[in-house]
């Protein structure tokens, strides 16, 4: 039988059949999928092949064959820097969840995440979340930072999952589609899904005081049908974010502001450093190209880990 993974806990799997019914799963030996080292062979979005069994009074079953990805999001793992961690997998798109403040969401978190998903050919549009609990200066800072992905190419809304603002405008993208919701722990990812679909009941925390971090309330990732011909994947919270398996070469092919202007560079090779007649370089001096875009391409590129991090309004 062929079916789709809703959740993975680890060892099982809870894959929904082409009959509309859910089978525990577990996997038939040892997977290696196109040479991914990954910590978790199959990922939440699967589509794969399993043969059912009886197992006493429950239905079990075993995972044989997964089927091709269209895409997938991914990301260096956290305990073992060597090995990735796929995320989810044949996605329509993912809603980036991004706030302010109380957690802050910062640039170099928000481009390692963009240039991964433009990697894997993932559609991903940006949501501002509590922007009910901003102050003037602090709105102005939403719409100055909304602008700088705008004018590259990503959709940007404004939403406040508490208080209903464009829920229905999220709801609508994400009819007939299967959406992943994305983000640090805290920015309101479990609270925007129980907006869009009270029944569900996801479990919610506060942020922590002492850190102003979102304590982990969804511990892995899980596919749920929607009421509106639609199915959501709640992630739990990523601190950082990773990049795995990009060459300096091609980073900045993964960055679309910097894709475009490659073409008028002098040398065809040109890494957007000190090289002579770069034109994002140029664009950069003129302000087409944001400094804080520039810096995260930097830190990708020179290997540096997500540790220290990049002020996202220092370039006003």
Not at 168 to 187: I, L, N, R, T, W
Request: net charge negative; proline share 2%; with cysteine.
């Amino acid at each position: 039988m062929t079916g789709t993974v809703y959740r993975s806990t680890g060892s099982w799997y809870s894959v929904k059949g082409t009959d509309g019914q859910f089978y525990e799963c577990r996997i038939k030996g040892k997977f290696r999928i196109k040479g991914i080292k990954s910590t978790n062979p199959i990922a939440v979005g699967d589509i794969v092949d399993f043969t059912a069994e009886r197992q006493g009074d429950e239905e079990q079953g075993v995972i044989h064959h997964i089927h091709d990805r269209k895409n997938y999001i991914i990301r260096r793992s956290v305990n073992l820097s060597k090995q990735t961690h796929i995320i989810a997998a044949n996605l329509d798109q993912v809603f980036l969840l991004v706030t302010l403040n109380n957690p802050t969401t910062f640039a170099s978190f928000i481009d390692r995440f963009l240039a991964t998903a433009e990697a894997y050919e993932v559609r991903v549009v940006i949501l501002f979340n509590k922007i009910d609990a901003y102050n003037e200066d602090e709105q102005l800072e939403v719409k100055w930072l909304a602008k700088v992905y705008r004018d590259i190419g990503y959709e940007c809304v404004g939403i406040s999952a508490t208080t209903g603002k464009n829920v229905d405008k999220v709801k609508e993208m994400m009819q007939d589609a299967v959406s992943m919701f994305a983000g640090h722990s805290g920015v309101g990812k479990s609270t925007l899904v129980n907006a869009i679909e009270p029944s569900l009941a996801l479990k919610t925390a506060e942020i922590s005081e002492q850190h102003q971090q979102g304590q982990h309330t969804t511990t892995f990732a899980e596919m749920f049908d929607l009421s509106f011909e639609a199915q959501i994947i709640d992630t739990p919270g990523i601190k950082g974010f990773g990049v795995v398996d990009m060459d300096k070469d091609e980073v900045g092919d993964y960055f679309p502001e910097f894709f475009r202007l490659k073409g008028h560079c002098k040398f065809n090779d040109c890494l957007h450093l000190e090289e002579p007649g770069c034109a994002v370089k140029e664009a950069l001096e003129t302000g087409e190209v944001a400094l804080s875009r520039y810096r995260s391409y930097l830190q990708i590129i020179e290997g540096e880990d997500e540790n220290y991090r990049i002020d996202i309004y220092d370039e006003k």
